[in-house]
């Protein structure tokens, strides 16, 4: 496991400290188990993928060069305004404005790597297996996939369970997303019940575990950098899919393609991307971020800073009660009345009301709410709101979702900084 400290350094410092590892970690191939790089003088179409597209020049590149692109924010080509938190592994969160269409577009789907995605990868030739306690194991490729199972469209919402985790107070380590690592993007794929119904499952199986064909940190090849799972009875939902489309196109490099798993309202880290394998188990998956403090919370509210002792955790299932303000922008200046909009979500469940406050919570106004799209999909909602005088003001969102739950105040605070579903706040200033 690399410490925090190893997660967090940069591409060029990377190979600066140990070209060997980094040309390993970038090109060295899991799903093929040939390492080759720079070092060993990787051929063009594998630069070329990594900067976005083809290098005229490349020939010249001095051995060993690493591409200016892939240490700056240039590792964000084919996205739009994503700020980005750390370049190795790439993690990049959408700002709450540029969330503003109902159904997120490719360019803003934020993007959370655990590691190093997989280069030179081809829709044609990709595959994956599913296998362990299954009648049946199946090898299929992405034509398999759409020739023997009905292709679905869904709208889907994947959030980070660490979403928010930047207001933690003591703070959690970790990447500090504010409020940009959700989206609801449209999914096109199969349905992951229909794949695991035609491999026959065992009446033993308790769990799926997923794998993955990115590179751990180290550039380990034998090492994955997270491999998930899901209770077999969420895994056998309607509305989880295997994808291989993204918003009518193709999926974004670094948002899994050309195959990913999407479980809407669940931690995002149970949608693997670029997806190479589901193993069926018949004991709760012990995988690389499954265990320890990773996408799990204490089983009992604690207190701020508190030390938690391991056993005490529990895997987070469904996300909770959440919205965001996408419009106005924070900080924008508003005329008399406004048009404020957003979205809002709850795993597993849909929302019953949204409500704004302009006066720091003392009364709320209703938002007219449109019901979801499809379930796993975000609620859009929009209200006229008027500021009776010039001045500084906040807008508050509040969701409330079917079971009741209503959106808090204040944090629970946890030790890894999940599951932060406060308010949405904005401020404005109204003329
Ligand atoms: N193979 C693989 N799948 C992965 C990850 C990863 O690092 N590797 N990150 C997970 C996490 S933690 C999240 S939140 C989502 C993010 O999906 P996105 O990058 O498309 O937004 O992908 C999940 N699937
Ligand atoms: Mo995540």
């Known amino acids: 496991m690399p410490s925090d400290d ?77 700020r980005l938190l750390n370049d190795r592994p790439v993690n990049a969160e959408t700002p709450a404005h540029l969330l503003d269409d109902p ?24 595959t994956f297996t599913v296998d362990g306690l299954v009648d049946s194991p199946m090898t299929l490729s992405i034509d398999d996939l759409k020739a023997q199972f009905e292709v679905v469209t869904l709208a889907l919402v994947i959030e980070c369970g660490g979403n928010g985790r930047a207001a933690f107070d003591p703070p959690a380590k970790g990447n500090q997303w ?14 992951l019940k229909d794949v695991l119904t035609k491999a026959g499952i065992k009446s033993t199986v308790v769990y799926t575990a997923h794998e993955g064909a990115d590179v751990h940190l180290s550039g380990d090849l034998d090492k994955l950098p997270i491999s998930r799972g899901l209770p077999i ?24 393609a050309p ?40 089983n009992r509210p604690v207190a701020p800073g508190e030390k938690v002792a391991e056993e005490d955790f529990e895997i987070i299932e469904r996300m909770p009660v959440k919205s965001l303000i996408t419009t106005p922008k924070n900080d924008a200046f508003v005329d008399e009345t406004a048009l404020v909009r957003g979205h809002a979500w709850s795993g597993d469940r849909t929302i019953k009301s949204l409500d704004l406050s302009i006066n720091f919570g003392k009364s709320w106004i209703a938002a007219e709410l449109d019901p979801p799209v499809n379930e796993g999909a975000w609620q859009n909602w929009r209200a006229n709101v008027r500021f009776p005088k010039a001045g500084y003001y906040e807008i508050w969102s509040r969701a409330t979702d079917s079971a009741g739950d209503m959106q808090p105040f204040a944090i629970n605070w946890n030790p890894k900084g999940y599951l932060n579903n406060t308010m949405h706040r904005i401020a404005v200033r109204a003329a």
């Open 259 to 298: 195959l990913r798993l999407v479980v809407p309202g669940w931690p995002g880290s149970c949608s693997q991307k670029w997806l190479t394998r589901i193993w069926l188990r018949d004991q709760v998956h012990d995988g690389p971020k499954m265990t320890g403090t990773s996408y799990r919370v204490p």
């Open 103 to 126: 159904i997120t577009p490719t360019g803003r789907h934020f993007i959370r790597n655990n590691g190093l995605p997989p280069v030179e990868v081809d829709p044609k030739t990709w």
């Open 178 to 191: 504010t409020s940009g690592a959700v989206a609801c993007s449209n999914w096109t794929g199969v349905r």
């Open 6 to 82: 190893r997660a967090l350094e940069r591409v060029s410092d990377f190979f600066a400290r140990d070209p060997e590892a980094a040309d390993a970690a970038f090109f060295g191939r899991r799903s093929h188990g040939d390492r080759r790089g720079f070092l060993k003088g990787a051929g063009l179409a594998t630069m070329s993928a990594m900067v976005g597209m083809t290098i005229p020049f490349h020939r010249n590149l001095p051995q060993g060069l690493i591409p200016a692109a892939l240490a700056s924010d240039e590792v964000l080509v084919g996205k739009d305004g994503l």
């Open 233 to 256: 009875t969420k895994a056998m939902t309607d509305d989880v899919l295997i994808a291989f489309e993204m918003n009518g196109g193709p999926m974004h490099s670094m948002n899994g």
